[in-house]
């Protein structure tokens, strides 16, 4: 278990997930990064939408990811792009299923705090989320590669 235990192993877990969504909300709305941020800490992160209560995530870790991924896009893309089976490109891919890959290359790019294994399994999670196992297992795939590549 990670420093900080189960609980900030809940809250990074939290901020993966919310990343993923704000990721996606900027690639369909192209919502500018700081009125993106402050949406989400005022009104998602730990909050109750729709009578569902939401984990309290870490912040610092949502902001990391979302601000350094939104940075490295370019360098993210050419990563995942050279990692996909032949015939596919970032385009073809599921809009969530992009963001999930885009987020958890990152954070295997620039966390080196972070252990691989943990990365993947987390992003895996975050798959299983919104897709079945097949896509879970694409993840689990594409991440591997690219952890090969940067650690």
């Known amino acids: 278990m990670s420093r900080g235990g189960p609980k900030r192993s809940r809250a990074r877990a939290a901020a993966r997930l ?7 909300q900027h ?16 009104h998602r992160l730990g909050r109750e939408i ?15 990811l979302v601000i350094g991924t939104l940075a490295r896009r370019e360098e993210i893309d ?13 385009p073809r891919l599921d809009k969530t ?3 999930i890959l885009r987020v958890g290359a990152y ?4 966390r080196p705090d972070i252990p691989v294994g943990t990365a993947i399994s ?12 097949r896509e879970a ?7 591997d590669a690219v952890s090969k590549a940067v650690r």
């Open 137 to 143: 297992k694409f993840v689990n795939g594409v991440l």
């Open 107 to 110: 954070e295997l790019l620039a």
């Open 50 to 64: 729709e009578d569902e209560q939401y984990e309290q995530a870490d912040v610092d870790f949502f902001d990391d």
């Open 27 to 42: 690639e369909m709305e192209s919502t500018a990064q700081a009125k993106l941020l402050d949406e989400f800490h005022q």
């Open 122 to 133: 987390e992003y895996v999670d975050v798959a299983h989320a919104f897709f079945e196992d």
């Open 18 to 24: 919310a990343a993923v969504q704000a990721l996606y």
């Open 97 to 99: 299923m992009l963001q």
């Open 78 to 90: 050419g990563l995942l792009s050279e990692r996909l089976a032949q015939g596919w490109s970032l």
